[in-house]
Nanobody, 125 residues
């Protein structure tokens, strides 16, 4: 599966963005998707994941209550809605996917085999 992330940009603190990750060569019925981010000078970290069933969601504490992950009806795009953005949300955001059980999310970076290119989110104060 190939992944293409988009939707990043410059936004003021308190604003919102919706990131998209389009899959080709597979769907999110077959692959479990997730989002990671890497801020300047920091390691890449988990942001959110969703199970293939759509029933399970995982969020990092840093975005819990401000982020929503979901998959479109065609099961080809995973989206991450980010609200109440903060300057510390500034990072390159990556989508990833791999095989997992139907009702499981994947939170560990090393458990993802497929990665998209990043999309930059910059939050100004």
């Amino acid at each position: 599966v190939q992944l293409q992330a988009s939707g990043g940009g410059l936004v003021q603190a308190g604003g919102s963005l919706r990131l998209s990750c389009a899959a080709s060569g597979g769907t999110f019925r077959d692959y479990t998707p997730g989002w990671f981010r890497q801020a300047p000078g920091k390691e890449r970290e988990f942001v959110s994941g969703i199970s293939r069933s759509g029933r399970r969601h995982s969020y990092a504490d840093s975005v819990k209550g401000r982020a929503t992950i979901f998959v479109d009806n065609a099961l080809t795009t995973v989206l991450l809605q980010l609200n109440s953005l903060k300057p510390e949300d500034t990072a390159v955001y990556y989508c990833a996917a791999d095989f997992a059980r139907w009702d499981a999310t994947i939170t560990a970076e090393n458990e993802y085999k497929y990665w998209g290119q990043g999309t930059l989110v910059t939050v100004s104060s």
